[in-house]
């Protein structure tokens, strides 16, 4: 991954299991959410490739990539909901510009939606009206608003307080079991890491590489990498680790 000739990270090898919480690690700067860009085909790598199923997403024509895409759904760090739009109006945008259903159909998918993130009863509510963890509740229900199998989320955590952040990682436990939907969390928050990855990579701002992969439980037991083990143990949470 590079911006012109400065090489933001390099030798990146990783499968993500399909219906799998899988965790983009690493110290601020390194590289996560470049990544995150890179997976959902925002950014082309300067070198390599983003496979689906084994497929090139590269060396598909434009509509199988665009096909392929409508088969994600994406969870920004602040949510990104249109200010102007109540949420029911919110998630209703991509079926809209995506599906062919009746607006009877349309309106009973957006409650539904909202109702499985539990925002029931608060679909004529505008953004400006409801808390940031609800903000992002929201945004989540319109991620999945295609019923994508697979979901990105980057720093999902970021800006909420420990409850309802802890709230959303046991939404996002709750969706991967439930819908069977793959999920890849760019994150740099212990809590979040332990209670929801099944795998994860870390990335490394100063080698800028991939240093490990593998369940971070396992790996703060295991990996005898003090770069990795330096960044899973920091600050007070490293006390509260069961190894």
């Not at 392929?68 to 739009?85: E, T």
């Not at 029931?120 to 953004?127: A, H, K, L, V």
């Not at 420990?162 to 436990?173: F, G, M, V, W």
């Not at 991939?210 to 971070?216: D, E, K």
């Amino acid at each position: 991954m590079a911006y012109g000739s400065y090489v933001v990270m390099k030798d990146i090898n990783a499968n993500v299991k399909s219906g799998s919480v899988f965790v983009i690690m690493g110290t601020s700067g390194s590289g996560k959410s470049t990544l995150l860009r890179h997976m959902l085909g925002l950014q082309r790598p300067a070198q390599g490739d983003v496979l689906y199923d084994g497929r090139s997403f590269w060396g598909m024509e434009d509509e199988a990539r665009r096909a392929q895409l409508r088969n994600c759904g994406v969870l920004f760090q602040s949510g990104a909901l249109w200010s102007s739009m109540t949420l029911a109006e919110n998630v209703a945008l991509p079926l809209i510009e995506y599906s062919e259903w009746s607006s009877a159909d349309l309106k009973e998918i957006v409650r539904l939606k909202l109702a499985l993130v539990g925002l029931n009863g608060f679909e004529d509510y505008y953004p400006s009206e409801i808390s940031g963890g609800m903000r992002k509740r929201a945004g989540l229900a319109r991620a999945m608003a295609l019923d994508p199998e697979i979901l990105f989320f980057d720093e999902p955590s970021a800006g909420l307080d420990p409850i309802s952040s802890r709230n959303l990682d046991r939404l996002i436990l709750e969706l991967r079991d439930s819908l069977g939907a793959t999920i890849v969390v760019v994150t740099h928050e212990l809590a979040s890491i332990f209670m929801i990855a099944d795998d994860s990579i870390f990335l490394d701002a100063d080698t800028r590489t991939m240093r490990a992969q593998g369940n971070p439980n396992e790996l703060l037991k295991y990996s005898p990498d003090p770069k990795l083990r330096s960044f899973l143990t920091r600050g007070e949470f490293s006390a509260n680790v069961k190894t």
